[in-house]
């Protein structure tokens, strides 16, 4: 049986989860935004297993201030072990699917690609050396851009760890035209790994992550941690057609299930 001294210790320990004073003042109106939706996750469902996402949180702020190699912008969840690029057996299950699907995918790529690169065909234009995306987000199960590549829909369905209820997470294809460099950044959350399935991959294309470089294979993935300092070029001949690859975001594989779960919550589309 609890005694009172026990109900103390456990409303001491709940403090500063639960008190607004003691998130930082100088926090962003989005950190803010996001405290405020974990305070109501945990009121309908339970505080257990958000520790890390509430010291995430706190720790935003300073985290933003630091020059690091690793520096998400939006969402920094603590302690979670994280490299550059992460070996196959992260995620094989969903790698083995994507590359024994990719002739499918590479076909219906190029239907979207050749009815042309404009809005009204669901390209989105990032850049004037043919930087452009076509995105495929389970967020919009019934959308025009889904019903498009039908394949490419059913193998993002199928698998386990596919961002697929929250805006950190989407997939599509991703254009880099010869001569284009985009500069570096870091990506939002070091709660995702970025899956690169290589479709076009001509030579002198590479993707440089934590001063780490790579190059895109047609058929393979990359495991890539974009929260991480990173720069992706093209610097292949006029001639040589862009790089393309299908992004897709999936779970790191240390956010355990309640932490995703909440993550869902918070940034869901609807919030």
């Not at 945990?42 to 690091?68: C, F, P, T």
């Not at 690609?113 to 065909?121: A, C, L, P, T, V």
């Not at 899956?195 to 294309?205: A, D, M």
Request: glycine share 8%.
């Amino acid at each position: 049986m609890e005694t009172v001294e026990d109900e103390e210790q456990g409303q001491s320990y709940l403090t500063p989860v639960l008190s607004h004073a003691l998130f930082p003042a100088q926090a962003s109106a989005e950190a803010k935004k996001l405290y405020t939706a974990l305070q109501e996750y945990a009121k309908r469902y339970s505080w257990v297993g958000m520790g890390r996402i509430h010291k995430g949180l706190r720790e935003q702020v300073r985290l933003n201030d630091l020059s690091a190699i690793q520096k998400p912008h939006l969402f920094f969840l603590p302690d979670v072990p994280s490299v550059p690029f992460f070996p196959r057996d992260a995620h094989r299950h969903d790698i083995e699917v994507l590359e024994a699907n990719y002739p499918a995918i590479l076909a219906e790529f190029k239907a979207v690609y050749q009815r042309g690169i404009d809005s009204k065909s669901g390209w989105t234009s990032l850049g004037p050396k043919g930087q452009a995306v076509f995105l495929c987000t389970v967020q919009s199960l019934c959308g025009r851009k889904l019903c498009s590549c039908p394949c490419t829909y059913r193998t993002l369905l199928s698998l386990r760890t596919f961002i697929s209820s929250n805006s950190l997470g989407s997939a599509g294809f991703w254009l880099l035209g010869p001569g284009a460099t985009l500069g570096s950044s870091y990506g939002p959350t070091n709660t995702r790994l970025r899956c690169h399935l290589g479709l076009q991959t001509p030579p002198l294309c590479e993707l440089v992550v934590g001063g780490e470089p790579q190059c895109w294979s047609e058929g393979h993935c990359l495991l890539v941690d974009d929260s991480f300092l990173h720069t992706v070029s093209h610097k292949g001949p006029t001639d040589s057609g862009p790089r393309v690859i299908l992004s897709v975001d999936l779970w790191h594989p240390n956010v355990a299930a309640a932490e995703r779960q909440a993550l869902d919550f918070m940034f869901s589309p609807d919030q």
